[in-house]
């Protein structure tokens, strides 16, 4: 492939837009960008990020991805990576989604933390994060590729605002030392069948492990978390795929439950 045929990061940018807005998934990028390294691939998404803002889109939150050490080893990479929250991603509980607005979805359960200060340090603590959190919910987050057939590797992802498509949050907030973040059960049903199990372990061993590393890396790329933001911290378990008409209720062990219908 010659120079003159490869993407820079506004073409790739204006494709990703393109996909979503036409719900049509694309060629990965990998093979095709003039950067195809991390850098490049969030100076992919932060066009997009400002794309969205000057659309008057609303920023109000993060999420991470690649949490499970079994997906780093798939796509090739010892970290996770992060994506954009917008309002209109928001879903309510048990609100019906329309799948008209995804292209190939697939949902994962995880614990969601509200942050009530700032988190502006290079280098942030678990007495920083605890003291920032001001509440946890549980979350079904609903994940998106604009990548045909899920053929991604770690640029893919990054570039496509680390997959992402919609969230949902559950709606009784409950305190950090309310419940076991770390070790806390989860079971995601699909209508009366288990479906995903897994733990607070599966996310870096911790949710508040990703959470800081997210606050840290954040700061250097200049976004630093702000009260009021909502973290998804990642899956808690294996992520499921989305059919019309399936509704999906994750439970967990001493942060209650969430539940979405497809339609």
Partial sequence: MSNSTLLDARAAAAELRAASAGCKPIAPLRDRLAQADQDGA??????NTQAGLAEGRRLVGRKIGLTSKAVQDQLGVRQPDFGMLFADMAVGDAEAVDLRRLIQPKVEAEVALVIGRDLPHE????????????????AIEIVDCRITDWNIRFVDTVADNASSGLF??????????????????MTMKRGDEVVSRGDGRACLGSPLNAAIWLADV?????????????????????MVTVRPGECFEVGIEGLGNVSTLFT
């Fill in 42 to 47: 969030y100076a992919i998404q932060e066009l």
């Fill in 123 to 138: 280098r942030h603590t678990y007495a920083d994060l605890v003291r920032a959190v001001e509440y946890a919910l549980p």
């Fill in 168 to 185: 949902v949050l559950g709606s009784r907030p409950r305190k950090l030392e309310q419940f076991d973040i770390g070790t806390c059960a």
């Fill in 218 to 238: 954040m700061v250097r790329y200049g976004r630093p978390l702000q009260a009021g933001d909502i973290v998804l911290t990642g899956a808690l378990g294996p």
